[in-house]
């Protein structure tokens, strides 16, 4: 008998232990962000700027196994090969038996594309990854044109601080609590609308990626004295509403929000650090107008985003990790809890809105990167907003066949003025 | 790029309908031709045809036994026999299907299930304890000989069939029972059994100790 090789495996963090319990056919956990350069992409090339990326990020090299009480991640020798792309978009990753790695990267035309399973990372660690890829492609690429001056990378975590778990960094203990005020929420007494429609086949999910001048929405939103996300967030809400039957038009809207918590709390890690914000808002007769809209949702905004509702959050986030009880329970039943659970916070959420926020890549590149390109895991309607130099992508998601929601929105952006250019799966 | 007048919007791959609104976009000023960003994936059916036909077939064949038998009654309930074994290979091949990436892992549950089932056989047709004697420790033996060879042909690696191996051994020592509670009247099988078992644990234990505690450390931890 052979001498067996040390086994290097290490635990979920908080957000990721989510993930593999409720991930599912409809709803695999999968999000992609796309690269689009000015020329084709180069598959050679892309494999090879994909080997020296997968050294410097050593998690993605791990497959998800399921232990008696928790997941676990188990390193790997599979080497990550990149494909054409064949599968439908966020086709899932994980499955229950499979050692597989959790994400892939595929290239279509002109763009380089990597789906990531949620528990591996979020959008922001992803986008690290990709930004990496990008950079050794670029280089080997066009060896000739960086000669003299060499580039640099502006992502330059140590291995460690990638792999660091920063909720529970964070997380200051059980008796935290007892310390800080906690207010009751008013528990919103209104049914909360959800969004319904008919499946596409074989639970695809519906793309339509509008790209515009940044610039120019962001003078709309000047306008109204808010931000981007604010700005576009109340025009989804109203787009929504547009929709909705007459019936159901006193129902609460509400809107999900995931906040970045690397711009709160310092960390570089590339694994999962986010928490979710849940704006409600209810359309009453005589706010329907997008000032109003925008004014309330400004003040929900600036209330959710203080310091103790992030630490609030991160506090219930890991109350429940760190439950003994919780820590006993075998893994199905755990499992099984946390879908219970989450059926009933699916229940409650309409929409969702996710900033990647402006993507920066080192200024030789500009010449080679046409635009990015974020879609997000699709649980029902939802968007996901990226910009890179002045060209911002919106990219709304849907399981559904309708695009009303869809229509309605980017009309009420053409006819601000605004060059949109649409393209879909 | 098209511009569909309806949305106000252009669209940018090629498409000749509009997919916001669903309307055929009129080549206005065509003059740069758009380009597939989001290829066009086909739908793929008849993933599981196979499974479905075999399916189909173990109904009719329960359906047409019972009717038969209700036509020429007979003293031997042979169609209870019937949806038995077409029980017992689905609940073994849906097992082997769904753990198929795990191979070591997917003979300890086929040991565990085809067990249960001769003894659960054996009971329904008159135990004459053919299940305790000969099949579940003869079961036990066969599994750790193939587990091994498995492991060994396959290359795994110890990890990945170690706590496997385990569990298998521990299971052969199970027969033990049979003999101190004189379940059996045929022991030697037995008796084989839990010899082999405690030979094969120990030399695992004895030169795997090391991965068998990494292993346990990893899949137990809190």
Request: net charge positive; charged share 25%; aromatic share 12%.
């Amino acid at each position: 008998m052979n001498n067996p090789k040390k086994v290097e495996w290490s635990k979920l963090d908080n957000a990721s232990k989510y993930f593999p319990a409720t991930c599912d056919e409809r709803d695999p956990k999968v999000f992609r962000i796309a690269c689009e350069l000015f020329e084709d992409v180069e598959p050679e090339i892309l494999q090879q700027a994909l080997d020296i990326t997968i050294e410097q990020f050593p998690s993605y090299k791990s497959v998800l196994r399921r232990g008696i009480f928790w997941y676990y991640y188990e390193s790997s020798d599979i080497r990550p090969t990149v494909k054409r792309e064949e599968k439908p978009v966020c086709a899932p990753i994980y499955r229950k038996y499979e050692k597989n790695l959790l994400f892939r990267v595929f290239y279509n035309n002109k763009r380089i594309n990597i789906e990531v399973f949620h528990a591996l990372s979020d959008g922001t660690g992803a986008l690290w990854f990709m930004m990496t890829l990008l950079y050794h492609y670029l280089l080997i690429k066009h060896k000739d044109a960086f000669l003299d001056k060499k580039p640099e990378l502006n992502y330059n975590a140590s291995i460690s601080q990638k792999k660091d778990d920063s909720f529970s960094r964070y997380y200051q203990g059980r008796h935290y609590k007892k310390q800080a005020k906690v207010k009751k929420e008013k528990k919103n007494a209104r049914k909360v609308y959800l969004i319904r429609g008919s499946r596409l086949e074989e639970n695809r999910i519906k793309v339509i990626e509008g790209t515009m001048s940044a610039k120019a929405v962001l003078d709309e939103a000047h306008k109204f004295n808010t931000t981007l996300t604010v700005f576009l967030s109340a025009l989804l809400l109203l787009s929504i509403y547009k929709d909705m039957p007459v019936r159901k038009r006193g129902n609460t809207l509400v809107l999900a929000v995931p906040i970045n918590l690397r711009q709160f709390f310092e960390s570089e890690t590339s694994s999962n650090f986010f928490s979710i914000m849940n704006i409600p808002y209810t359309f009453d007769e005589g706010n329907t107008e997008l000032k109003d809209v925008i004014g309330k949702l400004n003040e929900s905004f600036r209330k959710e985003l203080t310091e103790e509702r992030l630490y609030q959050h991160l506090h219930r986030l890991m109350s429940f990790e760190r439950n003994p009880f919780a820590r006993i329970a075998p893994l199905p039943l755990k499992n099984l809890s946390i879908r219970g659970v989450n059926a009933v916070a699916d229940r409650g959420v309409t929409t969702s809105i996710s900033n990647l926020g402006k993507i920066h890549v080192p200024p030789e590149f500009d010449s080679y990167i046409r635009q990015f390109s974020v879609v997000p895991n699709v649980r029902r309607p939802q968007m996901a907003i990226c910009t890179y130099g002045d060209r911002l992508v919106i990219n709304f998601a849907s399981p559904f066949r309708e695009t009303e929601i869809q229509r309605f929105f980017f009309e009420s952006l053409a006819n601000m003025g605004i060059k949109i250019e649409i393209a879909s799966n | 790029m098209i511009f569909c007048n309806h949305c106000k919007v252009y669209i940018r791959d090629g498409k000749t309908i509009c997919p916001l609104c669903g309307n055929i976009l009129s080549d206005n000023d065509n003059d740069v031709k758009g380009e597939e960003i989001y290829p066009d994936i086909p739908l793929t059916y008849n993933r599981h045809m196979v499974i479905r036909i075999l399916v189909f077939i173990s109904i009719v064949a329960i359906v047409v036994s019972y009717t038969v038998y209700k036509m020429v009654p007979v003293d031997v309930n042979w169609p209870g026999l019937v949806l038995l074994g077409l029980v017992s290979i689905w609940l073994s091949l849906t097992n082997i299907l769904r753990k198929r990436h795990n191979i070591t892992k997917s003979i300890m549950w086929q040991v565990i299930i085809v067990s249960v089932l001769t003894v659960f056989w054996d009971w329904r047709i008159g135990w004459r304890g053919w299940s305790l004697d000969y099949a579940i420790p003869i079961l036990c033996i066969a599994a750790m000989l193939v587990m091994y060879i498995t492991a060994k042909v396959m290359k795994l690696s110890a990890r990945e069939y170690i706590s496997y191996f385990l569990l298998g051994g521990l299971f052969g020592i199970v027969p033990i029972l049979f003999i101190l509670f004189d379940l059996v009247n045929m022991s030697i099988p037995s008796v084989i059994s839990v010899a082999a078992s405690i030979v094969f644990l120990s030399a695992i234990i004895i030169f795997h100790g090391d991965s068998i505690k990494a292993e346990l450390q990893k899949r137990m931890h809190i």
